[in-house]
């Protein structure tokens, strides 16, 4: 549905995005937009993303880029007058956006954060060694390369002072209860989906 827009959107966020009920709370001062260290980057700052929202502007909104480059600073959530909790939405927003699959082609945040949750749900632990690997060739094979040289020195540092075990490579250490684990995110799931609300 390009350019459309839907009337229902700011209610649909209500509902599905984290914190999204604090949306219509906004009254545009621009407060959040000027505090955001990278907002001039982004293509649509903080501010414009709640305008956005409440103009049904669901598609612009969800298929942006913007909210991926939250790094989490809360300068915003500090000096919004009204006290809105903009991180969390700029997080939630992301997320509701992944669920519903209209994260832009090769957004390299998201890419990253679904690489760091692969590996770490895998057993419960992080896998340093792995994770580390399949980030330099999350861009294909010949960036990895690039990128490994690039880094090997640091990666031999790691491995030296042993803050990386080489034999991690052979799968690593996992939590306790590896199964208890994937029962209790496998409930979790269920539980969100069925929380959905279709708009
Ligand atoms: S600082 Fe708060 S009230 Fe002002 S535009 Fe940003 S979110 Fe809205
Ligand atoms: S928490 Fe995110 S949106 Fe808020 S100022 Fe920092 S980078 Fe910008």
Not at 68 to 97: E, K, V
Not at 136 to 141: E, H, I, P, T
Request: charged fraction near 20%; aromatic fraction near 8%.
């Amino acid at each position: 549905m390009s350019n459309a827009y839907r009337n229902n959107f700011l209610r649909e966020v209500t509902a599905n995005v984290e914190e999204g009920e604090w949306v219509k709370m906004c009254m545009q001062c621009g407060v959040c937009s000027g505090s955001c260290p990278l907002g001039p980057h982004w293509e649509h700052p903080p501010q414009e993303i709640f305008m956005m929202i409440r103009a049904g502007k669901r598609e612009e909104v969800l298929k942006s880029n913007s909210m991926w480059y939250c790094t989490s600073c809360y300068n915003c959530i500090a000096r919004c007058p009204r006290g809105l909790p903009i991180t969390h939405i700029m997080h939630g927003l992301a997320h509701y956006a992944k669920r519903l699959g209209m994260v832009p082609q090769n957004q390299q945040t998201a890419k990253f954060a679904q690489k760091f949750w692969d590996n770490l749900t895998k057993k419960g632990r992080v896998n340093e060694l792995t994770l580390g690997l399949s980030l330099y060739f999350m861009n294909g094979f010949g960036e990895g390369v690039k990128t490994s040289l690039k880094m090997q020195g640091v990666g031999l540092g790691m491995l030296k002072t042993q803050r990386m075990d080489p034999l991690e490579i052979l799968g690593g250490h996992g939590c306790k209860d590896v199964a208890g684990l994937q029962a209790a995110l496998k409930k979790a799931r269920q539980i969100e989906e069925a929380k959905a609300v279709k708009v």
